[in-house]
């Protein structure tokens, strides 16, 4: 358990600079139609999907702990992503990405 919260508070940085990357790429497209919270949510939650599979972490509760509280940690940045352009093309990309790099990557178009 230790070692979640270590790797918790390592991963709000990291998490919300996903979160503010692809917010603005998003924005910058011109294309694709606006960002809901649910979209803005699923990228946090596959990030914290990813980064606890990494760790080898699958407890069900234990990961929906902890995408409640990554949720909880980037309240401000998640209120200012709906409504930014979003393509489904990324959206996708983020669902099937299996590394944070990947996901990143999704994000950086």
Same mark, same amino acid.
């Given at each position: 358990?230790?070692?979640?919260? /270590? $790797?918790?508070?390592? &991963?709000?940085?990291? /998490? ?6 692809? *917010?603005?790429? /998003? $924005? &910058? ?5 606006? *960002?809901?919270?649910?979209?803005? *949510? ?19 509760v234990?990961v ?5 509280? $990554? ?8 209120? &200012? ?7 489904? &093309? ?6 099937? /990405?299996e ?11």
């Open positions: 358990m230790l070692l979640v919260v /270590a $790797m918790c508070r390592w &991963s709000v940085g990291k /998490a919300k600079r996903v979160v503010v990357v692809a *917010a603005v790429v /998003a $924005m &910058s497209t011109g294309c694709g139609r606006k *960002a809901t919270p649910e979209d803005c *949510a699923l990228i946090v939650d596959r990030y914290v999907e990813i980064e606890l599979k990494t760790l080898k972490i699958t407890d069900p234990v929906e702990k902890r995408k409640t509280e $990554m949720r909880t940690d980037l309240r401000d940045d998640l209120k &200012s992503c709906p409504g930014k352009r979003i393509t489904d &093309s990324m959206l996708t990309c983020v669902r099937q /990405a590394t944070n790099d990947q996901l990143d990557k999704c994000t950086r178009w």
